[in-house]
């Protein structure tokens, strides 16, 4: 209980010293921080990168054992699991269309929150540099005001205070946006996979023709 009371103690001071430009650097990356949990709550809920099960899945229908590799495909814990249940029951190409549009559908829902991260990483530095230059005007000020009888020592502090919102800025924007890669690894993957999963469900013992069409920022959608 001791530590809480030390850390907010800490917190109020940096606010104090930064003042309103900190405190809503800081109220980003709470935020920040909580998109970034509810994400991988979300990726693990959804089974992103669990894929055994499907692989095995298409195997079986590679081998023409039908019946296991549904058996497989309803049991497997991958949120495509059930766009490869729907492609085996199409078992036609007309419907190859209609099934890469349910992917994009499903894929779009776990990308949700990725431009709020993506913002917030563009906008804390650049709000740190905002809190930066007014706090060099206030020092300037200060030291014009004074006259001949400028302390160095206080206007030293009033720039390391100043430069204090732009380091807050940065030590936000960098974690948030080496996360906002990573998540966006993990679904360009994801989109690798879900075009494998269609190709092989219409064309069985061809899978692996399905793995040039995926492209990193779209599920591609052959002619």
């Known amino acids: 209980m001791i530590h809480l009371f030390e850390a907010r103690d800490a917190l109020r001071g940096l606010i104090e010293l930064g003042g309103p430009v900190v ?6 990356s709470v935020l920040a921080g909580a998109v970034v949990l509810w994400k991988l709550w979300q990726f693990r809920a959804a089974g992103v990168g669990r894929h055994a099960g499907l692989e095995s899945a298409i195997a079986a229908q590679d081998a023409g054992q039908t019946t296991r590799a ?15 249940s729907e492609a085996m029951r199409a078992d036609t190409v007309a419907a190859r269309d209609r099934l890469y549009t349910l992917a994009e559908d499903r894929l779009a829902r776990l990308e949700s929150g990725f431009r709020l991260l993506d913002t917030i990483a563009q906008i804390a530095p650049l709000l740190g540099l905002f809190g930066t230059v007014l706090g060099m005007i206030d020092a300037f000020q200060a030291m014009q005001g004074a006259g001949q009888a400028v302390d160095p020592s206080v206007l030293a502090g009033g720039i390391w205070v100043a430069l204090m919102t732009t380091a807050a800025g940065l030590a936000v ?4 946006s080496a996360v906002l890669s990573w998540l966006e690894s993990r679904m360009a993957a994801e989109r690798r996979m879900a075009g494998t999963v269609i190709e092989a469900a219409l064309c069985p013992g061809m899978t692996a023709l399905a793995e040039p069409a995926a492209q990193p920022g779209r599920v591609h959608v052959p002619a």
């Open 70 to 84: 549904r058996a497989l495909c309803e049991a497997a814990p991958s949120h495509l699991a059930p766009l490869l």
């Open 23 to 28: 405190a809503l650097i800081l109220a980003l």
């Open 173 to 176: 924007a960098m974690p948030v």
